[in-house]
């Protein structure tokens, strides 16, 4: 006996859905800021300014894959073989987004590396100016995206590109100001370094998050055992087993269970109370719940 329908149309929309248009302004700032980065990296000699606009590329492309994301995760399905639709695909833009990430800081690192024993020359002038430029970009998109950061793992993959990347705008302007004053380009070096560890920081963080949605986990902030004992609490069940727990994708979290209860107890009741109880107590809108008599001998809880 389930909850409701099983139809997963799209049109109740994602926690990234209903946030695309703050990825598509900070797409369009990010992306059109990346060039002129690019070119006064390559003209300043300045790893700092390079490891920027290299992670200035990976923001653009992560908000890239976020958009498209949210417009496939928004299709109804035509193949009726997806059930759950294809909420996932956000979870998946968010995964590319780590790797980005990652792979941004290990370019950083490389490149450091190969300037050690170099004697570099850094024009701190377009460093100064270009990191404090990209400073203004990123906040306008940070401020854009933090609105949607707390609904969306996606949006928070984006949002996340983006605090880094301001961050190492910040350290582009703090290395053009240290190597202006002391003439020591290893500053630059330093704090391309830095940003490097900051983006590897921060994609492991998401990344713990997008593995636990693949991984099918309890969402964080819902304990099974409580769930268990608050359904075990409706009138008329005596006992609650086969209690499954996930994230389908932001703001989606599903449930399942078998609720057993005693042989004069009206089943309707107690699945409308239970479905009450999951959706006001834990925010799950789709709970499937299977309510069996205590007479009953036919259902055995899983091994596995």
Known sequence: MSGHSHSHSPSGGSAGATHRWRLQVAFGLIASFFVVELVAAVSSGSLALLSDAGHMAADVVALGAALVATRIAGRPDKSGRRTFGSYRAEVFASGLAVLLMLGVAAY?????????????????GPMLVVGTLGLIVNLIALTLLRGGAGESLNVKGAYLEVVADTLGSVGVIAAAVLVSFTGNPLWDTAIALAIAALVAVRAVMLGREVLAVLGQHAPGDMDPDDVARTLAGVPGVTDVHDLHV??????????????????ATDPHAVLDRA???????YGVEHATLQVEPDTHTGCQEITW
Not at 108 to 124: K, L, N, S, Y
Not at 246 to 263: D, E, F, I, K, Y
Not at 275 to 281: E, G, I, L, P
């Open 108 to 124: 950083i690192v490389i490149g450091a590396m190969e300037r050690f024993g170099e004697q570099v020359t850094v024009e701190t």
């Open 246 to 263: 996930w994230t389908l994708t932001s703001g989606m979290n599903v449930a399942t269970a078998h609720l057993v209860v005693r042989a």
């Open 275 to 281: 479905r009450q109880v999951m959706r006001s107590d």
